[in-house]
């Protein structure tokens, strides 16, 4: 069966801190993608990234890294040095790729950036 | 510019009055779905459309229908709404089992409130 587990409901940090966002999925399929999405308060979903599982290599953009690691299961989210705008919810989800577009979320990860 | 567009934004009704709600996608994307968001839950598929007249139960179906009769529009269907549908909403199209891009793309959202 496929899941995602957020562990962290809610992070709370100070400006310039640097700041991880755990996720680990179960999936047994070999083709699949992982996402990270960012909910503001406003409400809307914005697309972070995408990875597919064929491809381990970390991401960077910016101050954003994701480190993909097959071994364990996980594809961690880190920002660094946080501005009080990162403050949002941040949910990892999964497709497998026999199943289309959907996407099978965790439970979202609170952070709020203090100034 | 490609765009999911869900109307309305907000919506508050009494148990029982039978509601809609649009979602139209302009990227001619075969894969169409519907997902509520609940606290602590995350984000939980409804029912989803890989192509035109082809639907299917997500996984909380019960209570909505759905159709999709167009390939852009594929609206959301509370026959007689009750208090455990109030949530937040989100229609999501992607290129589908066909494509390589898997990316979802979201809707701004409708937060419905059922009294």
């Known amino acids: 069966a496929q899941k995602v587990t957020q562990a962290q409901t809610e992070i709370s940090v100070v400006e310039k801190e640097d700041v991880t966002l755990d996720c680990v999925y179960e999936?047994?399929?070999?083709?699949?993608?992982l996402f990270w999405y960012k909910q503001p308060p406003s409400g809307e979903l914005v697309f972070l990234i995408r990875?597919?599982?064929?491809?381990?290599q970390n991401e960077i953009s910016g101050r954003y890294s994701w480190n993909f690691q097959k071994s364990t299961s996980s594809f961690n989210f880190t920002i660094t040095a946080s501005q009080v705008v990162d403050s949002a919810v941040y949910f990892c989800?999964?497709?497998?790729?026999?199943?289309?577009?959907?996407?099978?979320f965790g439970q979202g990860t609170e952070l709020s950036v203090k100034p | 510019e490609a765009q999911v567009t869900q109307n309305p934004r907000y919506l508050i009704t009494v148990t029982g009055k039978k509601l809609t709600v649009t979602c139209s996608q302009n990227?001619?994307?075969?894969?169409m779905s519907w997902y509520r968001q609940d606290p602590g839950l995350g984000l939980r598929q409804i029912y989803y459309?890989?192509?035109?007249?082809?639907?299917d139960k997500g996984d909380v179906p019960e209570g909505y229908k759905v159709s999709r009769k167009e390939k852009r529009n594929f609206p959301l269907i509370l026959e007689s709404p009750s208090p455990n549908q109030t949530s937040l909403y989100f229609c999501?199209?992607?290129?589908?089992?066909?494509?390589?891009?898997?990316?979802?793309?979201f809707g701004q959202g409708t937060r419905l409130t059922v009294v």
């Open positions: 999501a199209s992607s290129g589908g089992p066909t494509s390589s891009n898997t990316e979802a793309f």
């Open positions: 999936t047994r399929d070999t083709t699949y993608y």
């Open positions: 990875r597919n599982s064929f491809d381990e």
């Open positions: 989800a999964l497709s497998e790729a026999w199943q289309g577009g959907k996407l099978i």
């Open positions: 990227m001619n994307h075969e894969y």
């Open positions: 459309s890989m192509n035109v007249e082809v639907t």
